[in-house]
């Protein structure tokens, strides 16, 4: 991965000036330390997971196999689900700060913020807060008039602090993978962004172990790179790099024929009584699809927990959704899609990032998905399961979309040719691979660098 290699020192310093906030941690100095303290990284971030890692493993033996935190009055019982790697930061030499994924034996979700102090090999934790429970702060961090990151209440935040920029936001985005040890031929298929009305898309450089062809979804029309591959490609890394100008979205125009066509079911978002009766006792009463659009949104809100726990959640399948009611953004937009066209609302998916609004470079926290529905001749942008996390922004989410995201592709069931062994893409943000026809996990970093806003204004659609 040379162009990973390439950018992170800047990453590791930038990364150290913020905190862990929305689905994309954002990384944070101690209320201490001044943002304008001379600062010359002394250690890699491996030796803060090998930290952060050393530490939860010692206070679990110590906990009889859990991990505990006091919290509101009670001890929370954890055990580890994942490091965010991709956060770790080293803030001046011997300071340092790690956040983590944990889960509770009840299934609860939380993630945790934790400053170190040491060396590599003899590092101890000076601090540990509970930030989040299944996707909701209980803080964001800001910069106050003496330049120190401090807590701040969420109800105090900004929009830009829970992670919303309106007008318009430029970046340059580095989406990078590396292959894993490949024991056969592979096949590869990549997301490429396009431009449309709301984004301006700069292809700046692809680089892959092979020579790329570009195929055409004809389901929806995306761009998708198309990689064939054999053991030799093994651990090499792919990287694309785009120069991005996106404005805000709200409600625009669409043609009602093209609409009529988001009626039809997908393959993890079938027509089904279940969902239907689910829809129709949300809408009692109301009439206009808008109102009623209004009405499923705010029943997903209330009937779901971002929660990414048991089996099949993260895969955008309605019908687990309905049933379990939690999930992630993938499975609380296949809940509302399939509630709205169970109504005759047209509805559709679209993937990608989206990008911190209160740091300008870094990394985010994968990738991020989002839906639209058709309404009196519009199409309405909606965000639930970020309204879920900050309820401050939930008018918002109900026909906007921020300015800072990137849109990968869109739609459900991506047809192309060559396709997948196991037939149409669920959906594509992340490399899908296959080696001798099985799928197998790409690992995928996502990294980004505001710039000036040198693209022409995209005028929205009205």
Same mark, same amino acid.
């Given at each position: 991965?040379?162009?990973?290699?390439?950018?992170?020192?800047?990453?590791?310093?930038?990364?150290?000036?913020?905190?862990?906030?929305?689905?994309?941690?954002?990384?944070?100095?101690?209320?201490?330390?001044?943002?304008?303290?001379?600062?010359?990284?002394?250690?890699?971030?491996?030796?803060?997971?090998?930290?952060?890692?050393?530490?939860?493993?010692?206070?679990?033996?110590?906990?009889?196999?859990?991990?505990?935190?006091?919290?509101?009055?009670?001890?929370?019982?954890?055990?580890?689900?994942?490091?965010?790697?991709?956060?770790?930061?080293?803030?001046?030499?011997?300071?340092?700060?790690?956040?983590?994924?944990?889960?509770?034996?009840?299934?609860?979700?939380?993630?945790?913020?934790?400053?170190?102090?040491?060396?590599?090999?003899?590092?101890?934790?000076?601090?540990?807060?509970?930030?989040?429970?299944?996707?909701?702060?209980?803080?964001?961090?800001?910069?106050?008039?003496?330049?120190?990151?401090?807590?701040?209440?969420?109800?105090?935040?900004?929009?830009?602090?829970?992670?919303?920029?309106?007008?318009?936001?430029?970046?340059?985005?580095?989406?990078?993978?590396?292959?894993?040890?490949?024991?056969?031929?592979?096949?590869?298929?990549?997301?490429?962004?396009?431009?449309?009305?709301?984004?301006?898309?700069?292809?700046?450089?692809?680089?892959?172990? #092979? /020579? %790329?062809?570009?195929?055409?979804?004809? =389901?929806?029309?995306?761009? $998708?790179?198309? *990689? !064939?591959?054999?053991?030799?490609?093994?651990?090499?890394?792919?990287?694309?790099?785009?120069?991005?100008?996106?404005?805000?979205?709200?409600?625009?125009?669409?043609?009602?024929?093209?609409?009529?066509?988001?009626?039809?079911?997908?393959?993890? #978002? /079938? %027509?089904?009584?279940?969902?239907?009766? =689910?829809?129709?006792?949300? $809408?009692?009463? *109301? !009439?206009?699809?808008?109102?009623?659009?209004?009405?499923?949104?705010?029943?997903?809100?209330?009937?779901?927990?971002?929660?990414?726990?048991?089996?099949?959640?993260?895969?955008?399948?309605?019908?687990?959704?309905?049933?379990?009611?939690?999930?992630?953004?993938?499975?609380?937009?296949?809940?509302?899609?399939?509630?709205?066209?169970?109504?005759?609302?047209?509805?559709?998916?679209?993937?990608?990032?989206?990008?911190?609004?209160?740091?300008?470079?870094?990394?985010?926290?994968?990738?991020?998905?989002?839906?639209?529905?058709?309404?009196?001749?519009?199409?309405?942008?909606?965000?639930?399961?970020?309204?879920?996390?900050?309820?401050?922004?939930?008018?918002?989410?109900?026909?906007?979309?921020?300015?800072?995201?990137?849109?990968?592709?869109?739609?459900?069931?991506?047809?192309?040719?060559?396709?997948?062994?196991?037939?149409?893409?669920?959906?594509?943000?992340?490399?899908?691979?296959?080696?001798?026809?099985?799928?197998?996990?790409?690992?995928?970093?996502?990294?980004?660098?505001?710039?000036?806003?040198?693209?022409?204004?995209?005028?929205?659609?009205?």
């Amino acid at each position: 991965m040379a162009g990973f290699q390439r950018y992170w020192p800047m990453v590791a310093i930038s990364l150290g000036l913020l905190g862990c906030a929305r689905e994309q941690p954002n990384i944070a100095k101690p209320a201490s330390v001044a943002t304008n303290e001379p600062y010359v990284p002394t250690i890699v971030t491996a030796d803060i997971q090998a930290g952060i890692e050393k530490h939860i493993a010692e206070e679990v033996a110590a906990g009889a196999g859990y991990f505990t935190v006091p919290f509101e009055g009670k001890e929370l019982k954890l055990k580890l689900v994942r490091v965010h790697v991709e956060y770790l930061a080293s803030l001046a030499p011997q300071r340092h700060f790690a956040c983590v994924d944990m889960v509770s034996a009840d299934g609860q979700f939380y993630d945790i913020d934790f400053f170190l102090h040491g060396d590599p090999g003899a590092m101890t934790v000076t601090e540990t807060t509970v930030h989040k429970l299944n996707g909701q702060p209980y803080y964001v961090w800001k910069q106050n008039a003496d330049k120190l990151w401090v807590r701040a209440p969420v109800e105090d935040a900004s929009k830009e602090l829970l992670g919303v920029l309106t007008g318009h936001d430029a970046f340059e985005f580095r989406y990078q993978a590396t292959l894993p040890k490949l024991d056969g031929p592979a096949r590869c298929w990549i997301p490429l962004a396009q431009s449309d009305d709301f984004q301006k898309i700069a292809v700046k450089s692809v680089n892959t172990p #092979v /020579p %790329a062809k570009t195929l055409t979804d004809s =389901a929806h029309g995306n761009k $998708v790179l198309f *990689l !064939e591959l054999g053991p030799e490609h093994s651990g090499q890394a792919i990287e694309i790099v785009y120069d991005v100008f996106r404005v805000e979205k709200g409600a625009y125009a669409g043609d009602p024929q093209d609409a009529v066509k988001h009626l039809q079911p997908e393959h993890l #978002v /079938p %027509a089904d009584e279940k969902v239907r009766t =689910a829809a129709e006792k949300a $809408v009692a009463g *109301l !009439e206009g699809d808008l109102m009623r659009a209004r009405a499923l949104y705010d029943h997903v809100i209330d009937g779901m927990l971002y929660q990414k726990c048991g089996d099949g959640w993260g895969q955008g399948d309605a019908m687990r959704a309905c049933d379990a009611l939690s999930g992630n953004c993938t499975d609380y937009h296949a809940y509302f899609i399939g509630l709205a066209r169970a109504l005759g609302i047209p509805a559709r998916f679209a993937i990608g990032a989206a990008i911190p609004s209160e740091r300008d470079e870094g990394g985010t926290d994968g990738y991020h998905c989002w839906a639209e529905f058709y309404a009196d001749g519009k199409w309405w942008p909606v965000d639930i399961s970020e309204a879920d996390k900050f309820s401050a922004l939930s008018m918002y989410y109900f026909g906007h979309h921020p300015a800072n995201r990137i849109e990968f592709s869109r739609g459900r069931d991506l047809a192309l040719d060559p396709g997948p062994a196991a037939g149409p893409i669920n959906f594509l943000a992340y490399p899908y691979l296959e080696v001798d026809g099985q799928p197998r996990r790409v690992g995928t970093l996502f990294l980004f660098r505001r710039t000036s806003c040198c693209a022409a204004a995209i005028p929205a659609k009205s």
